[in-house]
């Protein structure tokens, strides 16, 4: 018989309930557009694994994590090599999981993953404007030839939403 301990890998302070839960976490493990060094698939677990070193209490803020209610449903598997369908998966969960009313806060992945993640919450919300925290603008057409590329996520977001609605914040100078 195995005796342990065992870490567990999902976020500490979690609803196991997802019916119950407000918030869903999901891990969209895809790096299949980066162009300089890949391994941010693993960030979702790693992050996990983090996580249990963190303090569930908060003094500056008197809360605990556990007066959150989400839920980590885990990270989706994505068929290696095919983006499209990838970004379809990612697009449909995070449609569903507005539709039973309830919010996603999504650990990717390269920049890519927000395209489908923008789409599934712009099903449910129309009047959206997206904050971006970055030092590329990422507003390519097109990357090496690719239209779906972690540089051109906020160029189909601004298709989308009008690029009136972007406000980017640390865009390096050149």
């Known amino acids: 018989m195995l005796k342990g301990p065992f870490l567990d890998r999902t976020w500490m302070g979690q609803n196991p309930d997802y019916n119950s839960a407000d918030i869903v976490m999901l ?8 162009s300089y060094r890949s391994g941010s698939r693993f960030a979702p677990e ?14 500056e803020f ?10 980590d449903c885990g990270d989706l598997e994505f068929p ?17 999981i507005y539709a ?8 990717g992945g390269e ?22 925290f970055d030092a590329h603008t990422d ?3 097109e990357y090496l030839g690719e239209e779906m590329s972690h540089s051109a996520v906020m160029y189909h977001i601004g298709k989308i939403i009008g690029f009136e609605n972007i406000k980017q914040i640390g865009i390096a100078q050149a």
């Open 46 to 59: 790693m992050l996990r694994l983090a996580s249990w070193g963190l303090e569930e209490y908060s003094p």
């Open 100 to 107: 039973d009313g309830k919010r996603v806060f999504g650990i």
């Open 62 to 71: 008197d809360k605990d994590l556990n007066d959150v209610n989400y839920n």
């Open 111 to 132: 920049h890519l993953v927000t395209l489908p993640e923008f789409k599934g919450v712009y099903s449910k919300y129309k009047d959206i404007a997206v904050i971006h």
């Open 27 to 34: 891990g969209m493990p895809f790096d299949g557009t980066v």
């Open 139 to 141: 507003l390519r057409k």
């Open 80 to 96: 290696l090599g095919n983006t499209q369908k990838s970004l379809d998966m990612i697009e449909e969960n995070v449609t569903q």
